[in-house]
């Protein structure tokens, strides 16, 4: 399966894009914001990172985890709503807002089926796309 976390409306608080399963959109993602001072939390890089379904012990339950992420330790995909339920991880929901996702249990229950099917296929990883570049538009106005 081609897992992607597609950024796409980065901002102070946090860092929105989508998630896509085989092309197809899922849900929407949200991360902490993007830092380069080194503090946390932060998004973790850019990348391709092998992706597991593993017990968690701040969750006590098999949740899916993303590995290897340089300078980062349990990385998680799971449910939450605004930036301060993240430390690093993913928060699915199949609405948003600025700085939120919602019905984020029920998407979560959904993808980590998903993502559990997959796994019968064999060894999974997840991509994280960069950040867009934001500009000003020609009046002035902010748009990603």
Known sequence: MNILVRRRWPDPKSLMG?????????CYTLEPPVKTDGSKPRA???GTYPLTIRFSPRFERLMPHVENVPGFEEIEIHWGNFPKDTEGCT????IMGTD????SRDEFDKIYDQLHAAFEAGPQTITYTGVPRIAPDVDGEISV
């Open 91 to 94: 928060l699915l929901g199949s």
């Open 44 to 46: 973790i890089p850019a």
């Open 18 to 26: 989508e998630l896509l399963l085989d092309g197809k959109f899922e």
């Open 100 to 103: 939120f996702v919602g019905h």
